[in-house]
């Protein structure tokens, strides 16, 4: 009897593994030049206050509670609960960096519009498990394989690459609030510890802690505002525009596999928007 395992279809060669594992999306790494820059801001910051006296003297349980909720308290009256939640998440991935480039978004592309042409747009239905990473682009296919005209298939994914737009700029903009907010704050609880002072001065045993509250919170507040929440804010905005580029790389791509136009067409269009250090010559 003939074994039935020698009639089994054999596996992907290594090269088409190979091009499988590049349309699997972008692999998610750790962002060395966030986690870098405010390590070692705070390293600084550590340094110079071991130097020159103790830690004991740089902190006050009351100063962070000014700083720290009163931002929080503030910035949640400018914005609703929802956004709230929505900005931490973005936060933790402001984290890793998605190591999408795109120039290679480009050609992954291209090759898909080669492979519909050359064997139809239901063979792109192969492809969708692998772009597990990259649900954008797998939308986008998938209005195409059930048969969406093209111009359609690029008008509902250009409305969700502007809501994408939004909350990215939605949660830069709460943490911008936040930035204005905490340095405001340490100014108000250097008001509150003036006060405090001026109204004992005949103890001087209170003198000192209403000082310390005085000082610390404007620290607290300029370390949380100009060292944590602005440049958060700017990596975030930093991070929609590169995603932005590839979203739109992949939204021109899935409107001509729709319109079922020439991959060369394709190749030229995307190297219009690509900066130049990016364009692809995929047919070269």
């Known amino acids: 009897m003939t074994d039935t395992a020698t009639q089994r279809p054999s596996r992907p060669t290594p090269r088409n593994a190979a091009g499988r594992n590049r349309r699997r999306g972008a692999p998610r790494t750790f962002d060395g030049a966030t986690v870098f820059g405010l390590g070692g801001a705070f390293v600084l910051i550590a340094i110079a206050i071991v130097l020159g006296g103790s830690w004991g003297a740089f902190v006050d349980v009351p100063a962070l509670l000014i700083v720290l909720g009163g931002t929080s308290a503030v910035?949640?009256?400018?914005?609703s609960f929802s956004d709230i939640r929505t900005t931490q998440h973005i936060i933790g991935k402001s984290l890793f960096k998605t190591t999408r480039d795109a120039g290679e978004a480009a050609r992954s592309v291209i090759s898909l519009a080669e492979t519909a042409r050359q064997k139809g747009t239901l063979t792109?239905?192969?492809?969708?498990?692998?772009?597990?990473n990259e649900p954008y682009l797998a939308r986008g296919l998938t209005l195409v394989i059930d048969g969406t005209p093209g111009a359609e298939a690029e008008r509902l994914?250009?409305?969700?690459?502007?809501?994408?737009?939004?909350?990215?700029?939605?949660?830069?903009?709460?943490?911008?609030?936040?930035?204005?907010?905490?340095?405001?704050?340490?100014?108000?609880g250097t008001l509150v510890?003036?006060?405090?002072?001026?109204?004992?001065?005949?103890?001087?045993?209170?003198?000192?802690?209403?000082?310390a509250v005085a000082l610390l919170?404007?620290?607290?507040?300029?370390?949380?505002?100009n060292m944590v929440l602005a440049p958060l804010a700017g990596k975030l905005e930093r991070k929609s525009d590169d995603e932005a580029l590839v979203n739109?790389?992949?939204l021109?791509?899935?409107?001509?596999?729709?319109r079922q136009e020439s991959p060369r067409r394709l190749e030229t269009l995307v190297n219009t928007i690509l900066p130049p250090s990016k364009r692809v010559s995929f047919f070269d």
Do not use: W
Request: proline share 4%; glycine share 12%.
């Open 75 to 79: 910035t949640m009256i400018s914005f």
């Open 193 to 211: 510890g003036l006060v405090q002072m001026l109204g004992n001065l005949e103890d001087p045993a209170s003198i000192g802690p209403a000082m």
């Open 217 to 225: 919170t404007t620290f607290y507040g300029a370390v949380l505002g």
């Open 124 to 132: 792109l239905q192969d492809h969708l498990t692998g772009l597990r």
């Open 248 to 250: 739109e790389v992949y």
């Open 157 to 188: 994914m250009r409305k969700e690459l502007h809501a994408i737009a939004d909350r990215h700029a939605k949660g830069a903009s709460v943490l911008r609030r936040a930035a204005d907010v905490a340095p405001a704050m340490g100014l108000i």
């Open 252 to 258: 021109l791509g899935v409107s001509s596999i729709g």
